[in-house]
């Protein structure tokens, strides 16, 4: 059987007898037919039950133990009045919070409920904005903001912070993670804008391109592959590309030890190849001119 234990103090308006300090009530939660209450000289406790009222006789109180007309503070004071064990606390005389007593109690727009601490507002199991957070423990109700003292979980739609230390961060989905070392990882794309000049950086692809104000590609950094001997070896490779409105004029390539590169003059296609073998110079697809390495 539960006994109500004193966890913090509050003063009360109520007086001892003369020579005497009075009793110190505690809070004890909401009233509960099987919790041993225990009056003393020196405390007392209070609980919700519907009010809030207050042991005034040195005893130990079961509701169980009680007839069924009498077993809680309320129906005592109802049927004894002066004669009853507990007394009905009015508002103006003790002071204290309600966030100490029972589950769901409300201080402003603050919920609390066992050891989480969450706002009045939130969205429903439909989606929409509502203000049931009886319907917490349910799971029909996410609050905006939740605090859970048990295990420091907070989570909150808008949450703005000067300054911290953050450790092991990551994406709901994981996409996302800076490790305790500060190592990042990241599954998802990363852009530097939505649209216009632009970083794009993809690892589905493995690759970091660059746009232009058209949305042309004027950069790109990738992986090209070779089978060689059963073997599959990946090189880097590397474009750059110019533009004239949405019209490609110069692009430059490199991959491993050669660099390609051509541009656009008028209707003619010049182009050129340097590698570890020399240069060779073309012009719409016929070479014109070449320079051994030797």
Known sequence: MPIA??????KYAQKGAPGKS???????GEYNLYTSYICTDTVTPYVLDGKY???????????????SNIN????????????????????????????????????????????YMFSQQGVGADGNPTSNYEEFNTGNFVPNLLLDFATGLFKGNKVEVNGGVFKNIRSPNG????????????????????????????????????????????GRIS??????????NYYPRVFLRRFSGNNMIDEIQTTGSSINGYS???????????????????????????YSNK
Do not use: C, H
């Open 175 to 218: 996409s996302f993670k800076i490790d305790e070392e500060g190592n990042i990882q990241i599954i998802g794309e990363l852009s530097t804008s939505m649209n216009g000049t632009r970083i794009e950086i993809s690892p589905k692809t493995n690759s970091i391109k660059m746009f232009n104000q058209d949305n042309n590609e004027v």
């Open 223 to 232: 992986f090209m592959t070779e089978e060689w001997m059963g073997t599959t």
């Open 72 to 115: 809680s503070p309320r129906k005592d004071v109802a049927v004894n009045g002066s004669n009853a064990t507990w007394t009905l606390v009015e508002d103006y005389t003790a002071i204290f919070v309600e966030i100490l007593m029972a589950n769901f109690a409300k201080l402003a727009s603050a919920i609390f409920s066992g050891d």
């Open 5 to 10: 234990s004193v966890t913090r103090s509050v």
């Open 53 to 67: 009222y207050v042991m005034n006789r040195n005893t130990t109180w079961v509701g169980q133990g009680m007839p």
């Open 22 to 28: 009075g009793r110190i009530p505690y809070p004890a």
């Open 264 to 290: 656009v003059v008028g209707s003619n296609y010049l182009e050129y190849n340097l590698g570890p073998f020399g240069l060779i110079f073309s012009e719409n697809g016929k070479e014109t001119k070449r």
